[in-house]
Each structure stands twice: as C-alpha cells, then as structure tokens.
C-alpha cells in the first residue's frame, strides 16, 4: 500500500516532576468545553463492555448468587446480559448434581442481575441457570407474525433517528412486554448481536418485501427518538451548511475532497483489511482480530489487556469527531482503520519491513501509514509500559483521522503532533511522556526565549524534542476556542496556509499568536 508514515518518539527518561495536564500555574487559561469533556467521554466508554467470550456457553444465563424461598439472584454472564427478558424460561443446574435441573421462570432483570422464580423447590448459591427460551409470543399482530417468520434470515432495518442497517440477521423476536416489541439482530460489522426496540424502527424489509413498518404518527409520537432525530437532523444541517461554504474554498485553493463512499465502498476496503489480516495471521500465527465500530484491531497483546486500550481508541474517536462538528453517523475512516499491535519490538520491526517495506523508525513505539488511497494502518508495540502504549495508540491513530478529514492535505507538523500528544494526553491522563516533553519544553523556552523557528517551519516532521512545545502551542491555540482550532485545521486542510488560516480562524497573525502565546507563559518578549 502506497503510504507515508509518521512516528511517535519514545518518552525520554529523564527525570522531570510530571506536570499535570491541569496544572495551568504556567499562566495558561482553563480549557474549554470541549476538553472539560473529554474526560466524562473517557469515562463513559470505562463502563462498556467490549468483549462477549468470557468461556461461558452462549446458553448460560448466570450463576445463583443469592437465595430466599422460590426466588434467587442470578448473576448475569456477559454473553446474556442483553439478551434475557423477562417471561423468560430456564433451567436451574444443580452444582452438585448437574444431571438435576429444575424449572424457573426471569421475573425481574436489572443492572447485570436477574431474579428468577423456581416452579418446584429451591436453589442453591453456585447452581448455573440456563436458558430454555425466550417469552412466549403474541401471534395475533400481523407484523409481529411476519417479523417471527423471518427469524433467521437477512434483514434491512432503518431506524427513525436515520441509521440503516444492511442485510443483518434477525435472530428472534421478543414481545413479552407488548408496550415494547424488541428484535434482536446480528450485524456483521458489530462485536456482539443488538437488541433493537420497534419504537424506534421507521421500517424492516426482508427479501425487498416491507415486513414491518412504524404506524401512522409514531416517529412523532416517540418523543425519545424523534427528539433523537431531530437533533441529528440539527447536527447534518448545521455540518452540510458550513462543508458547503468550505467547499467553495477548494475552487480557490486546488485542493481535493475525498470522496464520499458507498456502503458497499466501505465494506470493500473493509474486506481490504481483512484479506491483509489473513496474510499477516499466516505470518505471525498468535495473532487475534478483535473488532469495534470503526477499528479492526489485530494483536497478539492477552485479551485481557486490550479492553483500555480499544475504549481509548473509541473515546479518540468520539472526541475528534465531536471536536470538528461531524454528525456521528457520518464514517470518516475508508471502512475502518487498522491498527497491527505487537507485543515486541522486533515483531514491529519485522512486520514494517516485511509488509510495509521501510525500516521502522528508530526509537519509535509506533508508525501511523496513512495511504494515498484513503486506507489507514497504524502498527506499532506495547513494550513494558502500559500507559505509554496507550497514549502512543491513541497519537498514532488521530493522525490517521486528521489524513481522512476532508481533504489529504497536510497541516504544520507542529499542529498535527501537538494535537495528537494533546488527544494522546487528554483520553489516556496516567501518561508520563508527554508532561516530560512539554516540561522538558518550557525550560528550553526560558532558557532561550525562542520557539526556535518551529511555528514557520515547513519540515516535513519536526525534531522529537520539539513535540513537548508542540502540544503547549496546539492547548494554547485550543484553550482560546475550540472552535476556532477546528477553523483553523478546516482551512489548513483546504490548502490556505498558516497565516491565512489564523488570520480567518483567530483574526490574528504568526507573529501576534507567538507573542500572546508568550505573555501566557510569562515571557511577553518570546522571539520566534
């Protein structure tokens, strides 16, 4: 694959005091909105779950845990968590005695746990609960006849707010609670099966034939979704505008636009990657592909240690696209991005020589290869430092973001690895590398009263002791407005340069920026 690379430095190992991402003793302002919550996104995605296989079989319900009377307390297992409904039927496994199974009915499921309702005798704590069924079906709706006849088969649902689902399995169809009829589906693209409530369903087709469709009024009626949609709506509106007046900038400029893909666009560079993992698997045979959303993740890291780091990626993501206003349905990846973590160095080493056909960097952690087609790989080794890894994967990948967002154009090595330490800092905060550098930065600045020449550089990548004064500048530029840093990339990106783009961004000049900059960091005669 034709590509370029950039690479992250190793952290220096000088010992420096840390300096705390929000320490602004340094005389900067508290970060704006956006940063404040970065941190809540982080979080956010702490709390999902990303891997179904736990060992457990895929009819296990859980494991008694707690027990009064007829009723005991179960346990969710991963796999049944989203799947179990109340009315269901089960089986309770006697521990000692696993050829003794009871009868039992899901009365109650809530917060990982379920209770469940024995028909004859008691349970004991560690017996294994099995599902038998799911609730029983009403037949008598028409649609809820025909969407249970097409169990099994490929569906196309599209939901009110707007998203399209693409021949998915429809695995089953539960109406226990006829106020709120679910399917649960498969799609190819997702790790686990999805449970889908039919309030939020515009239609579902089957074999082209329109099997279900939402009744008269409802996308109205369903205050939740339609204020969902709503607000997408406002989103596309707002973004289409302002891509529209960007666009106009590219007459001007000569610079291309990627173009918009396809579904089937998509899956194909999809099926790119994966033709790509076959061959590496056969090279390197510990490997495992673990999937989310928008990466394909293939590492031979224990799975057990790669939870953080795929909640990290999907927390870059969300971030940058909530940074540069992009509607969430909108995929800016050709497909998805593929990330190829080893566990040693000299696995890295090999894989860029062998398949990418370049020595790999010296002292780097890891190489972003955007490629000129629009596909993106990001290879890289997790060494002995957990946090650090963390926060290079997350460098490493928002630079494959900044080539997809709209145009292949270049920004200022110093933007675009400041923005990336920035991010790498912002969604992994336990990282020590990039305090260092920035610190490590701060004392050269006082020492010299000079960025040394970084802000007009036009080199290709700057030196590894320039990324610390990197990330000051680009937190400096985001804390005096996000969105004006994200006018700024949108018309670096259009091919301006960086004078006319702080000019139309920031209403301000190299030279301004470099001084109010300096008066920041109590240094109000900072030269260039």
């Not at 000692?96 to 704590?125: H, Q, Y």
């Not at 969430?328 to 020589?353: C, M, N, T, Y």
């Amino acid at each position: 694959m034709k590509s370029y690379s950039r690479n992250q430095p190793e952290a220096q190992a000088t010992e420096i005091l840390l300096c705390d991402s929000r320490d602004y003793s340094d005389g900067f302002s508290h970060p704006s909105r956006i940063w404040r919550r970065a941190f809540a996104i982080v979080f956010v995605f702490g709390l999902i779950a990303t891997f179904a296989d736990h060992g457990i079989a895929e009819d296990t319900l859980g494991t008694v845990v707690e027990v009064k009377r007829n009723y005991c307390k179960v346990r969710l297992s991963m796999n049944s968590a989203d799947g179990i409904q109340k009315g269901g039927v089960c089986q309770v496994v006697t521990a000692d005695t696993p050829s003794e199974t009871k009868s039992a009915t899901v009365t109650a499921v809530r917060d990982g746990f379920a209770v469940v309702r024995l028909d004859d005798g008691t349970a004991s704590v560690g017996d294994r609960v099995v599902v038998v069924s799911e609730p029983g079906l009403e037949r008598d709706n028409p649609q809820v006849a025909s969407l249970v006849s097409a169990a099994g088969k490929k569906v196309d649902v599209k939901l009110i707010a707007g998203r399209m689902f693409e021949n998915i399995e429809l695995l089953r169809v539960d109406d226990s609670d006829d106020q709120n009829i679910k399917i649960r589906v498969r799609d190819a693209s997702a790790r686990r099966p999805l449970t889908i409530s039919l309030t939020a369903v515009d239609y579902i087709k089957c074999e082209a034939k329109l099997i279900f469709e939402c009744a008269p009024g409802a996308k109205t009626a369903n205050s939740r979704f339609s204020r969902k949609q709503a607000l997408l709506a406002k989103q596309h509106a707002e973004y289409e505008a302002k891509l529209r007046q960007w666009e106009l900038l590219l007459d001007k400029t000569g610079a291309k636009k990627w173009p918009d893909l396809t579904t089937t666009e998509h899956e194909a560079a999809i099926t790119e990657h994966r033709d790509f993992i076959k061959v590496l698997k056969n090279d390197y045979s510990d490997l495992e592909l673990y999937e989310t959303d928008h990466f394909l993740f293939l590492s031979n890291i224990e799975r057990r240690h790669l939870n953080p780091y795929l909640m990290q990626l999907d927390a870059m993501h969300k971030l940058m696209m909530h940074m540069y206003g992009i509607p969430e349905d909108i995929r800016v990846w050709k497909g998805k991005a593929l990330i190829v973590a080893f566990v040693e160095r000299q696995q890295f080493v090999d894989f860029e020589r062998r398949h990418i056909k370049q020595p790999a960097p010296a002292g780097a952690y890891g190489v972003c290869h955007a490629g000129t087609d629009g596909q993106v790989i990001v290879a890289c080794f997790r060494g002995d430092r957990p946090a650090e890894f963390g926060q290079m994967l997350v460098h490493e990948t928002s630079h494959g973001f900044m080539h997809r967002y709209k145009t292949a154009k270049d920004v200022p090595s110093w933007i675009n690895e400041g923005l990336a330490d920035h991010l790498g800092l912002t969604i992994v905060p336990a990282s020590q590398s990039v305090p260092k550098r920035q610190q490590a930065a701060l004392e050269r600045i006082r020492r010299t009263n000079s960025l040394g020449g970084i802000v007009g550089s036009e080199l290709r990548n700057i030196r590894a002791d320039q990324y610390g004064l990197s990330s000051l500048l680009v937190r400096f530029l985001i804390q005096n407005g996000d969105e004006r840093f994200a006018s700024l990339i949108d018309h670096l990106k259009a091919g301006l340069n960086l004078n006319e783009s702080l000019q139309i961004a920031y209403n301000t000049s190299q030279e301004q920026m470099i001084r109010a900059f300096g008066v920041s960091i109590g240094m109000p005669n900072l030269q260039p």
